[in-house]
């Protein structure tokens, strides 16, 4: 129980205080640990779930087996239709994946479908289209530290190339920094033995052809890419082989 004491101040105010008595051996006393229960669901029982598909399967087949021999008729014309759905629907699957088969060689035979592409994709399609022009090893290794080989080859004759891929607008040109910036690193780094750039938009005329010529860099623009691309015979800037 509380204690009450009083004492008086300087200023002969009086003042009463409540104190609670502690218990021997000093503490307040504690209640004692109620351990909590957890949160979490029971896990539900499945034990039984097995038994309950093995029943209804069998069910099912019982049901299935008395309809079959009660009405022979009905069950004969269920069966063919049940066929016969099954054989359109396998007839439409086939002609929508033969329909996309068709429009994915048409997306990779004209360059207008590079348009819409992003970076990676084109560099996908590039690849393709040396892989249908007969070169072997096609890799893609475009990235950020890819340091100016989007693809890597290999020529029916043997040798080795090195392709950097610039997708660009039909009328975006690439400048003589981009060129310069792939000799230098086409054949020291990655053993080019046949080194090309190919883009889907243009190469600004003047210094970039000049230096592509005196660095033996072949150069693919949009028109050469179109027809390569339609069919399949590499142009003259991948080399003679």
Known sequence: MPR?????????????GHYRSRRPGGGRSRRPYARRRSSRPAAPDRSG????????????????????????????LIAIGLVAGGIAVL??????????????RARARHVEATDA???????????????RSGFSGVRVCGGSADRGAD??????????????CKRHGP??????????????????????EICVIVTN???AAGDGLRLAREL??????????????????????????
């Open 4 to 16: 009450v004491s009083s004492y008086r101040r300087r200023d002969g105010t009086r003042v009463r």
């Open 49 to 76: 779930w097995w038994l309950a598909g093995v029943g209804g399967a069998l069910a099912a087949a019982w049901v299935i087996t008395e309809f079959v021999q009660r009405h022979p008729v009905w069950s004969t």
């Open 91 to 104: 007839t439409l699957v086939l002609k929508a994946r033969a329909r996309r088969a068709a429009q994915d």
């Open 117 to 131: 592409m992003t970076g990676p994709e084109f560099e996908d399609w590039v690849a393709g289209v040396l892989v």
């Open 151 to 164: 693809i890597t080859a290999t020529a029916p004759d043997g040798r080795r190339v090195v392709v950097q």
């Open 171 to 192: 009328t975006n040109r690439v400048g003589s920094a981009a060129i310069q910036k792939f000799a230098g690193t086409c054949r020291s780094i990655h053993g080019g």
């Open 201 to 203: 938009g243009l190469f």
């Open 216 to 241: 033996d860099i072949g150069l693919v623009d949009r028109s050469a890419l179109a027809v390569w691309a339609y069919t399949g015979s590499a142009p003259a800037a991948i080399g003679r082989y």
